[in-house]
């Protein structure tokens, strides 16, 4: 049994993995994705049953699975789930498709097909990149000229991916959202993530945001469970936000940090994620 973890940096939660990895005698081959030579026409120089895909980089992410994929070894997160979860206007259109609870989303490629997509949802509205992380370049636009300032804005830059206008329904949640841990059949853990001063409307916890536990209810958990199946068995960080008529999800991620919720609740995220890791590569 060989097992790998690929990432980009040692953030906190790789060094909980590797930590938790010790632990339980598992030893990982570690791939910096950036240090990473790929040898198309041959076999990886390391030749693994289970890699553990923690890259930040989307684009490196993609190609790193795909890669350890076609020789064969087990890739946690597979390509297709990155693929999916890693483009908004994805995993929104799968989420949707699959009869999931979701907001409102429209997807236009021009500044007037804008404006007509966020007629048709409703002011207020959120626009986002399709492809981003950590609530950048996310905005709450209230009106036509704020939406029109803010199509302008992407206008001018010079990525075709931001000419692609993700728009969305604002949902009124009660200052806060959620964020549960998926680990292949079982949500291990949940906390809301609530709005601060710092924060402002947005609750993510890398700008601000402040954890607290979620109880894992059969609601949440079923809910979390048909989410994450748009993407294949794997390992996800679903958010989730409590709207007038019940649970929405927004969005699923597939490399998703998990030390401030592993920390509000007292669970060891980490060690689930490596108990599961050897479950796969045993199977």
């Known amino acids: 049994m060989k097992l790998g973890l690929c990432y980009t940096v040692i953030s906190p939660e790789n060094k909980m993995l590797l930590e938790a990895a010790e632990k339980r005698g598992v030893e990982f081959v570690r791939i910096v994705d950036g240090e990473s030579v790929l040898q198309l026409s041959g076999k990886p120089k390391e030749e693994l049953d289970v890699l553990l895909q923690r890259?930040?980089?989307?684009?490196?992410?993609?190609?790193?699975?795909?890669?350890?994929?076609?020789?064969?070894?087990?890739?946690?997160?597979?390509?297709?789930?990155?693929?999916?979860c890693g483009?908004?206007?994805?995993?929104?259109?799968?989420?949707?498709?699959?009869?999931?609870?979701?907001?409102?989303?429209n997807v236009c490629f021009s500044p007037e097909a804008a404006m007509d997509a966020a007629e048709d949802i409703?002011?207020?509205?959120?626009?986002?990149p399709v492809m981003g992380?950590?609530?950048?370049?996310?905005?709450?636009l209230n009106d036509h000229e704020a939406l029109s300032m803010a199509v302008g804005c992407k206008e001018e830059m010079g990525n075709p991916w931001q000419k692609i206008y993700y728009l969305q329904?604002?949902?009124?949640?009660?200052?806060?959202?959620?964020?549960?841990?998926?680990v292949g059949e079982e949500v291990v853990a949940a906390i809301y993530r609530n709005c601060t001063k710092e924060s402002g409307w947005v609750s993510n916890a890398s700008r601000g945001g402040h954890p607290t536990e979620c109880a894992v209810t059969s609601e949440l958990s079923e809910l979390c469970l048909r989410a994450s199946k748009?993407?294949?068995?794997?390992?996800?960080?679903v958010d989730l936000m409590e709207s007038g008529n019940g649970?929405?999800?927004?969005?699923?991620?597939?490399?998703a940090e998990f030390k401030s919720c592993a920390s509000a609740t007292g669970i060891d995220i980490a060690g689930s994620i490596i108990d599961y890791a050897v479950s796969r590569a045993k199977s």
């Open 87 to 105: 483009d908004k206007m994805l995993s929104s259109l799968e989420l949707a498709s699959a009869g999931v609870p979701t907001p409102k989303t």
């Open 122 to 128: 409703g002011f207020p509205i959120v626009m986002k």
């Open 247 to 255: 649970l929405v999800v927004h969005e699923i991620n597939h490399t």
């Open 55 to 84: 890259s930040v980089s989307y684009s490196r992410g993609l190609c790193l699975a795909y890669y350890y994929e076609k020789s064969g070894c087990q890739v946690i997160n597979s390509y297709q789930a990155a693929k999916v």
């Open 169 to 182: 329904e604002h949902i009124d949640k009660p200052g806060r959202d959620i964020r549960a841990f998926v």
């Open 133 to 140: 992380s950590w609530a950048r370049m996310v905005n709450r």
């Open 230 to 237: 748009i993407a294949g068995e794997g390992i996800y960080g």
